[in-house]
Nanobody, 117 residues
Framework: QVQLVESGGGLVQPGGSLRLSCAASGSPFSFSSMGWYRQTPGKQRDMVAIISNLGGPAYTDSVKGRFTISRDSAKNMVSLQTNSLKPDDTAVYYC???????????WGQGTQVTVSS
């Protein structure tokens, strides 16, 4: 059973930083991509940053220059360094991993990020 476990969310003031981490376990196959999505109440889950085996990282426009995604493929871990946080970044952040076998997608349980003064 594949599990993704996130950590690092919390409450931070505008302009602050948080580092989100995600560890994947239980997969007999490698992951072709790992990334982060976020969701606010009543809205769809949107991609924030993703890093794949085929190319460099990709970011949604609103976080470019502020967020940095990194991945340790050997350990099946992905992290998201979030800097210069804004209230609009408030959301539940979900870790995502896509298996290299059949493209099966897995999700973590989500971690809350709240940016407020």
């Amino acid at each position: 059973q594949v599990q993704l476990v996130e950590s690092g969310g919390g409450l931070v003031q505008p302009g602050g930083s948080l580092r989100l981490s995600c560890a994947a376990s239980g997969s007999p196959f490698s992951f072709s991509s790992m990334g982060w999505y976020r969701q606010t109440p009543g809205k769809q889950r949107d991609m924030v940053a993703i890093i794949s085996n085929l190319g460099g990282p990709a970011y949604t426009d609103s976080v470019k220059g502020r967020f940095t995604i990194s991945r340790d493929s050997a350990k099946n871990m992905v992290s998201l360094q979030t800097n210069s946080l804004k209230p609009d970044d408030t959301a539940v952040y979900y870790c995502n991993a896509r298996s290299s076998f059949r493209g099966t997608t897995y999700w973590g349980q989500g971690t809350q990020v709240t940016v407020s003064s």
